[in-house]
């Protein structure tokens, strides 16, 4: 079953589940449903990893805001036009910056959103990172750069500072993409991995990597990565002569609009125990949570971007970047809950796709 496009994030619907407190609940089987699941934390524990601890950070990823062309049915940031309030302020980036400078273990700036791009700040900000040695990854719907004649050099921007550019396609069909993004995204997204083609992303000896982010358009678990990877390859190059360098299949976790298409649908306790019965302890170490800070628009610091989603902010005394304290989030345990499950069915899931 395919999820369908809604106009307007859950936020402008006056949604229930636009509380973050409200889906916790949810997941705890303490509103809207009965159904309880083991704790992940007692998981976790079966393997010596109670509390989970993390290692030093490396990835210092920020959600610059909630602003994007786009309403994607699955998407757990709750994204949209309607979200123009959440975005990251020049003063807050400022902050990150030093932040960056300052943290010697950190190699990688990963920025997302929304579409990140349409925060006003983006460019200068990516500028700045560059300058400092730091790798920097873009997190792009695609349409972004077809969206507006402003966003049309983007791949040009992109490569002369070498940024690292993750773009989102659900699969290499209209019906499927569209199904998921809505109309007309599909078009967009080819013409835009065209754009960013003809600047060299993706191809051999370039230099600029373009990887793809694959999301199962419905209430199951994603397939083979390789398999998958082996046959987008295959599609793309054969219908529209597109390259890109890898594939990340990443499990949807039941936050936000896609917890909202599960409730709806009636899979919720379905894929809940699809999640809970594919636990897999070997991805535990190669958690992206154990080696990366997520920052919030508004400066929150996080242990990853779903806990951001969720508002379960790092156990630590040091929770916002005004008073970023590196000792005091050294060691600190991992926040976790019942989404983690997500993260670790199957071959594991991460911003950077499969874990084992």
């Given at each position: 079953m395919a999820i369908k496009q809604k106009s307007k994030s859950l936020k402008a619907r006056g949604n229930n589940l636009s509380d973050s407190f409200v889906q916790l609940n949810v997941l705890n089987g303490k509103d809207i449903v009965d159904s309880k699941f083991p704790g992940f934390g007692d998981k976790i524990a079966e393997i010596g990893h109670r509390p989970l601890k993390t290692n030093p950070v490396e990835i210092f990823q920020l959600n610059i805001g909630k602003l994007c062309n786009q309403t994607c049915a699955h998407c757990h940031v709750d994204a949209g036009p309607d979200r123009k309030e959440e975005n990251m302020d020049r003063a807050t980036?400022?902050?990150?910056?030093?932040?960056?400078?300052?943290?010697?273990?950190?190699?990688?700036?990963?920025?997302?959103?929304?579409?990140?791009?349409?925060?006003?700040?983006?460019?200068?900000?990516?500028?700045?990172?560059?300058?400092?040695?730091?790798?920097?990854?873009?997190?792009?719907?695609?349409?972004?750069?077809?969206?507006?004649?402003?966003?049309?050099?983007?791949?040009?921007?992109?490569?002369?500072?070498?940024?690292?550019?993750?773009?989102?396609?659900?699969?290499?069909?209209?019906?499927?993409?569209?199904?998921?993004?809505?109309?007309?995204v599909f078009e967009d997204s080819i013409k835009a991995l065209q754009m960013l083609n003809a600047v060299g992303y993706g191809k051999e000896g370039t230099g600029l990597e373009l990887h793809l982010v694959y999301n199962p358009s419905g209430a199951f678990l994603p397939a083979s990565q390789e398999t998958l990877q082996a046959e987008f390859k295959r599609q793309l190059k054969r219908k529209f002569d597109i390259e890109f360098n890898m594939l990340f299949a990443i499990t949807n976790l039941p936050i936000a609009r896609f917890l909202d298409y599960l409730l709806e649908s009636g899979n919720y306790e379905e894929y809940m125990h699809k999640l809970v019965e594919a636990y897999n302890p070997g991805t535990v170490d190669g958690l992206m949570c154990r080696n990366t800070l997520s920052i919030s628009w508004d400066g929150f610091i996080y242990d990853c971007d779903f806990n951001q989603m969720l508002d379960l902010k790092v156990a630590s005394t040091s929770q916002h970047i005004d008073d970023f304290d590196l000792d005091a989030l050294k060691d600190r345990s991992v926040v976790v809950n019942q989404h983690c499950y997500g993260c670790t069915a199957g071959a594991g899931s991460s911003c950077g796709g499969e874990i084992s």
């Amino acid at each position: 079953m395919a999820i369908k496009q809604k106009s307007k994030s859950l936020k402008a619907r006056g949604n229930n589940l636009s509380d973050s407190f409200v889906q916790l609940n949810v997941l705890n089987g303490k509103d809207i449903v009965d159904s309880k699941f083991p704790g992940f934390g007692d998981k976790i524990a079966e393997i010596g990893h109670r509390p989970l601890k993390t290692n030093p950070v490396e990835i210092f990823q920020l959600n610059i805001g909630k602003l994007c062309n786009q309403t994607c049915a699955h998407c757990h940031v709750d994204a949209g036009p309607d979200r123009k309030e959440e975005n990251m302020d020049r003063a807050t980036l400022e902050r990150c910056l030093q932040i960056i400078a300052s943290v010697p273990t950190i190699t990688t700036v990963d920025i997302t959103g929304g579409a990140p791009e349409m925060n006003a700040h983006f460019r200068w900000f990516v500028e700045e990172v560059t300058a400092l040695g730091k790798q920097v990854i873009d997190r792009c719907n695609l349409t972004i750069l077809c969206a507006n004649p402003k966003y049309h050099d983007l791949p040009e921007f992109f490569a002369k500072n070498k940024v690292q550019v993750v773009s989102s396609l659900p699969y290499f069909s209209k019906k499927r993409t569209d199904s998921q993004r809505g109309d007309g995204v599909f078009e967009d997204s080819i013409k835009a991995l065209q754009m960013l083609n003809a600047v060299g992303y993706g191809k051999e000896g370039t230099g600029l990597e373009l990887h793809l982010v694959y999301n199962p358009s419905g209430a199951f678990l994603p397939a083979s990565q390789e398999t998958l990877q082996a046959e987008f390859k295959r599609q793309l190059k054969r219908k529209f002569d597109i390259e890109f360098n890898m594939l990340f299949a990443i499990t949807n976790l039941p936050i936000a609009r896609f917890l909202d298409y599960l409730l709806e649908s009636g899979n919720y306790e379905e894929y809940m125990h699809k999640l809970v019965e594919a636990y897999n302890p070997g991805t535990v170490d190669g958690l992206m949570c154990r080696n990366t800070l997520s920052i919030s628009w508004d400066g929150f610091i996080y242990d990853c971007d779903f806990n951001q989603m969720l508002d379960l902010k790092v156990a630590s005394t040091s929770q916002h970047i005004d008073d970023f304290d590196l000792d005091a989030l050294k060691d600190r345990s991992v926040v976790v809950n019942q989404h983690c499950y997500g993260c670790t069915a199957g071959a594991g899931s991460s911003c950077g796709g499969e874990i084992s």
